[in-house]
């Protein structure tokens, strides 16, 4: 091992998520953005759109669903126009799973990941081997699917219940229920301090808190408060010869930078490289893009 430490990127990356089959960023502008998942257009808020939309109003007019905000958090409710299904199939890559109408505006998966999921399935698929990975706050299970299809044996961490549900139908939607994917209900807080103390191993991990959330027992978690610690314990967990840790945040007060810092001080230890920056929804047409949340990974 070295101690040196990784070698940190000078510059952000700019990691963009363009359309696929099952989904595509059609417009954005006025705090607001038009996508399509799969056979429904939707209109949600996103307060950086601060440019015009492209398209006339009569192509938002015509969205099978309006999510209307009330307040400046993540609660509202949806209007849809017709009756849309409550769950429906999705894909991205081999990983299959379903897109939901949420109370909290999201379709229970996160577009902008497909970034990750690339770059996860990338690292699993050049390994050459099963590697054991670590997901904490794994929710509806996209990016434990994307590294169980490409070889990996998944443990899949999540505080809650219904996510996990959601991640098991996914799972089975996905044919790949047989492949060794664990799926836990558990404070990630926990389960992580549990593991150390058993001398468990990973040879990657990934880490998407929230900037706010609870435990399955009530336990509350908050990004700047706890997010240190855990990184320094799941560092801890890695294997000598891991590949990766992958850590995205969703927080109007972080960044790439202060992301890559915490990785840097928790893995002083060792050598490998650790890049940063944002991730970002584009629009082909005309060409936008849209921050939505930041990430650094250590890759060895």
Known sequence: MSRSGPKLAETPGLMRTTGWADYELVDSGAG???ERYGPYTVVRPEPQCLWAPALAAE???????VFDPEGEEDAGRWRFRGEPAQAWPLAWGEARFHGRFTSFRHLAFFPEQAANWAWLDQRVRARGEAPRILNLFGYTGVASLVMAAAGAAV??????????GWARENAELSGLAERPVRWIVEDARKYVARE???GSRYDGIVLDPPKYGRGPAGEVWRLFDDL??????CCGLLAEN??????NAYAERISGAALSGLLAEALAARGGRIDWGELALAQDAPPRQIGMSFYARWSA
């Open 32 to 34: 607001r953005k038009l």
């Open 59 to 65: 192509a938002w007019a015509a969205a099978d669903a």
């Open 155 to 164: 443990t899949h961490v999540d505080a809650s219940r219904r996510a996990v």
């Open 196 to 198: 150390a103390r058993r």
């Open 228 to 233: 240190p610690e855990l990184v320094r314990l």
């Open 242 to 247: 891991a590949d990766f840790l992958l850590l």
